[in-house]
């Protein structure tokens, strides 16, 4: 399996990266993905990139740090993007949540260094890792306007939430959508009035990816504990469970889904 999507390049990991790695790898991970928020986690993930054959970095600015980058940002972005296994930009995108640990950033701020990344995407042709919460008008919207320079596969929208509208539109754009460990929870997030499971039914097969944003959203039946990448091998069987398909079919699937989007 793949997990496109974890942090293992935050804090959390300081201590013990190297046994969750291993213990990943020997539950049938063979490949994991580190996602930078800021220029600081972007760098660490090209680090471990470097250190581990099997793991590969996602480099960018997540909009709750949109109000926190300095002058030259981008320069510093351009230049990460080039280096080896560096494999997509990402998080990116809006977020109009308010959490306990961050309010919302200036939607105006969040924009700018959204529009910014997706530029330095396609000068880069790296495809896109889309973070949203409760924005999802105004990320199809900004991503129309990049519409004919952005690659065939364009990329994902990593921790799919919203509802079938929404999900339609993205797979119409050609992304592809990822799911985490909160599959595994009873009944809806906040503000949300579709359930993750119903929109796991409607993604076909080949546009579905397994992330799981570890240290956060731990499946059941670890939640509450810190998120590892070796989890996402309950994704995978939750995901199995709720097409009623086999978990070697979303196995083979997902793994070749997230190959062909970021080349690996
Ligand atoms: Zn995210
Ligand atoms: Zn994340």
Redesign the pocket.
């Given at each position: 399996m793949v997990d496109a999507h974890c942090h293992l390049n935050f804090k959390a990991f300081n201590e013990d990266f190297e046994a969750v790695i291993k213990r990943a790898k020997e539950k049938g991970v063979e490949i994991i993905i580190n996602t930078g928020t800021s220029i600081e986690s972007s760098t660490k993930a090209i680090e471990l990139a470097q250190k581990y054959e099997n793991l590969y970095a996602i480099i960018g600015i997540?909009p709750h740090h949109a109000d926190k980058v300095e002058e030259g940002w981008d320069k510093e972005i351009e230049q990460l993007a080039k280096m080896p296994k560096v494999v997509g930009i990402g998080?990116i995108g809006m977020d109009y949540y308010s959490y306990k640990s961050n309010g919302i950033t200036d939607p105006k701020l969040q924009r700018k260094i959204f529009e910014r990344q997706i530029e330095i995407s396609i000068e880069n042709k790296l495809p896109l890792q889309i973070?949203g919460r409760h924005a999802g008008k105004e990320i199809l919207e900004i991503i129309s306007g990049f519409k004919d320079q952005l690659l065939e596969m364009p990329g994902m929208f990593?921790?799919f939430a919203g509802n079938i509208d929404y999900l339609e539109k993205v797979l119409e754009m050609g992304f592809c959508v990822g799911f985490d460990g909160n599959i595994t929870y009873e009944g809806l997030a906040p503000g949300e009035d579709t359930s993750l499971p119903e929109l796991v039914k409607r993604t076909p097969l080949e546009r579905l990816i397994t992330e799981t944003?570890s240290p956060y959203l731990t499946p059941i039946p670890y939640r509450g504990f810190r998120n590892e990448p070796s989890y996402v091998i309950i994704v995978g069987n939750s995901i199995a469970n709720i097409k009623n398909i086999s978990f070697e079919e979303v196995e083979k699937a997902t793994s070749a889904n997230a190959r062909r989007i970021f080349k690996l």
């Open positions: 997540h998080e973070h990593h921790c944003d």
